[in-house]
């Protein structure tokens, strides 16, 4: 089946620098990726969606100067979190729809923590 | 704007309990279902896909149903086992390229 591979799997950073996430499609080209972000006991919520060769969309209430994607191929996009805070610690992970009649498969995500 | 809940919150059984979780939303127009399984810390394993015009789907010990008109799933979970302990998430889709929009999960844990 596809496979997204999502990294770094976990990293600790320092507050006021900046992460960056990337997000592959292995064996299938994806147009579109969706970012989620997960903060403890709570579900996934969306954050953005990211369309390759064109601007990515953002959620009602995620800053788009913050959180900037790039989907600069059909196989990549990648989600920088720009001077990162305490506050930004959480369970980030990427979405590629499948194609019609197909589940939606999933990263295996990235615990960000902000010190 | 599709609100997707899942009851209970938390549930715990005995080893060999068959239990159900349910999921509701208020969307009946959607594409299709898909139940995750999250470890604490990790991240999301696909355990039964719906697509709208199926009613069930069965993998091993599961068993997840649809009734799309009143907007509810449930999963099936039988003769539990320690391993199961985890949360279940509830996630539809209402457009063959839109996001997931997910539930707050089911924590269950099977007491050995």
């Known amino acids: 089946g596809a496979v997204v591979s999502q990294h770094p799997s976990r990293v600790i950073c320092k507050s006021g620098t900046s992460v960056k996430i990337e997000c592959r499609s292995l064996?299938?080209?994806?147009?579109?990726m969706f970012w989620y972000r997960q903060f403890p006991k709570q579900s996934l919520m969306l954050m953005a969606t990211s369309n390759e060769g064109s601007k990515a969309t953002y959620e009602q209430g995620v800053e788009k100067d913050k959180f900037l994607i790039n989907h600069a191929s059909l196989t990549l996009s990648t989600l920088t979190v720009t001077s990162a805070h305490p506050e930004d610690s959480s369970f980030y992970i990427c979405?590629?729809?499948?194609?019609?009649?197909?589940?939606?498969?999933f990263g295996q995500g990235t615990r960000l923590t902000v010190v | 704007k599709q609100e997707v809940t899942q009851i209970p919150a938390a549930l715990s059984v005995p080893e060999g309990e068959n239990l159900v979780l349910n999921c509701s939303f208020t969307?009946?127009?959607?594409?299709?279902l898909q139940w995750f399984r999250q470890d604490p810390g990790k991240g999301l394993t696909s355990l039964l896909l719906?697509?709208?015009?199926?009613r069930e789907q069965t993998s091993g010990r599961l068993n997840a149903s649809l009734d799309k008109s009143s907007g509810r799933s449930t999963l099936y979970i039988a003769a539990s086992q320690p391993g199961d302990s985890a949360t279940y998430l509830c996630?539809?889709?209402?457009?063959?390229?839109?996001?997931?929009?997910f539930g707050k999960g089911t924590r269950l844990s099977v007491i050995a």
């Open positions: 719906i697509q709208s015009s199926q």
């Open positions: 996630a539809v889709r209402s457009s063959g390229n839109t996001p997931l929009v």
């Open positions: 064996d299938f080209q994806a147009t579109t």
């Open positions: 969307d009946s127009a959607i594409y299709n």
């Open positions: 979405s590629a729809p499948g194609r019609r009649n197909t589940e939606a498969f």
